[in-house]
């Protein structure tokens, strides 16, 4: 039996090995040195943003299209399983135009996504406020409205992926130290301290920890070429209830800042908002400042006042793996050897692209998996 191991248990990771789950006659070992969902996959606000987004040709939006398409029989598929429901929100997503944005461009998206089969409405102010009476129209002309783009709880989803994965016979191993591998142009095996497992096909998705995960000689080899650096991103949950019409509660995203309701009490209390976009410095260091967050709670409330009232729960931060002098994400061969697939770098939009993202590691093994 063919063995593919997976390095790294982020959401990438574990939509990955689900994925290949599917597939009769693999075995499937995920390996990762923390528990699962720890990295960025924690810190992220599981925003969807597929059919709003301006890519409508290309890999770009076959990823987007196609992560959107599966996510609907992903989820119900994986409440099934497990026997338990992941928070998601199905009313969309809501985008604030700014005074002077170029209305005329949306419209045209909106056309361009109804001849793709998708919808997207842009809303006028007076349809804005009926249907969201807690934003302050004043300085905002317009609205998009995205139906078909959800918000999921990523690290619900990734626990829920592993757990379906384990019934599907696929093996995890948690808190893994000192990766080595046994290579010559292919990976023959992979040891950690307490294991030693012959390998067929490694796929290292191991975000932020991808270069150091990688089989060693490639490391050096494609050390100037996979720069992946981390962007820090803070955000806060707050409490406010009877915040806008308790029956239409749609992800808002005005001036780059999400606020998300959460949906783990009905009706909703309580609301992410994020997430700074926050560079390293020159020497790589990411220092985070307190005045980011504070800013982005701010812009928040430019827009949706009543958040000033609101209590902060609770405040907290991630890295984002973002590969540098190239688009995000990278998924593809590792250059040198033969049977070593990267996962990683999805900067943003991990939780958006994964699905996406399993789709193209199985293409890349197709004529490995008929074999
Ligand atoms: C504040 C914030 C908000 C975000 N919001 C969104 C959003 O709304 N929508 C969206 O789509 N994306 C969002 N993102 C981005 C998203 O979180 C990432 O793109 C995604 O989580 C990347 O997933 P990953 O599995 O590649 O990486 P990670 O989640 O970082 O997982 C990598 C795993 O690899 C493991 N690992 C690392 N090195 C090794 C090693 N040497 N050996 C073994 N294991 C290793 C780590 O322990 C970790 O578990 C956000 C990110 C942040 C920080």
């Known amino acids: 039996m063919s063995h593919i191991v997976i390095i790294g ?15 009769p006659g693999l075995k499937i070992t995920v390996l990762d040195k923390q528990l699962p969902a720890q990295g960025s996959t924690a ?45 998601h929100n199905q009313q969309g997503i809501l985008k604030l135009c700014q005074k002077g944005e170029d209305l005329a461009k949306w419209e045209n998206l909106a056309k361009i996504r109804s001849q793709q089969g998708w919808k997207l409405e842009v809303w006028d102010r007076a349809k804005l406020q009926a249907n969201c009476p807690q934003i302050d129209c004043q300085n ?10 959800i918000q999921v709880d990523p690290v619900v989803l990734t626990l829920a992926l592993v757990e379906a994965a384990k019934n599907r016979g696929v093996n995890f191993h948690f808190d893994i130290t000192a990766l080595q591998y046994e290579l010559t142009n292919t990976v ?9 497992l012959k390998v067929d096909w490694l796929v290292v998705a ?46 808002i995203t005005g001036n780059d800042v999400h606020i998300v309701p959460c949906l783990t009490k009905i009706p909703v209390t309580d609301y992410w908002i994020g997430a700074t976009v926050e560079f390293p410095l020159e020497s790589g260091i990411v220092a985070l400042k307190a005045e980011k967050l504070e800013e982005v709670r701010h812009n928040a409330i430019a827009f949706c006042p ?42 943003r939009n991990g939780v958006l692209l994964a699905p996406a993202t399993a789709q193209r590691i199985i293409k890349l093994l197709d004529g490995f998996l008929v074999s």
């Open 9 to 23: 248990c982020g959401v990438i990771g574990a939509t990955i090995a689900y994925e290949l789950s599917l597939i």
């Open 43 to 87: 810190a992220a606000l599981g925003v969807l943003m597929g059919i709003i987004s301006h890519k409508i040709k290309g890999k770009a939006w076959q990823m987007r299209s196609h992560s959107i398409e599966r996510y609907k029989t992903l989820i119900p598929e994986l409440e099934a399983t497990c026997g338990r429901t992941i928070p």
């Open 140 to 149: 905002i002309p317009a609205a998009v409205y995205s139906p078909q783009d």
């Open 188 to 196: 023959k095996s992979v040891q950690t301290d307490s294991l030693q």
């Open 206 to 251: 191991a975000g932020l920890g991808s270069l150091q995960a990688m089989p060693v000689s490639d490391r050096i080899l494609n050390a100037p070429k996979l720069d992946l650096r981390p962007v820090l991103g803070q955000a806060l949950q707050v409490s406010l209830p009877n915040l806008g019409n308790p029956d239409f509660q749609p992800v």
């Open 306 to 347: 009543a958040l000033a009232t609101s209590n902060i729960i609770k405040t907290w931060s991630g890295l984002r793996p973002r590969p540098e002098n190239r688009p995000a994400p990278i998924i593809e061969p590792l250059e040198g050897f033969s049977n070593v697939l990267l996962a990683t770098g999805h900067y």
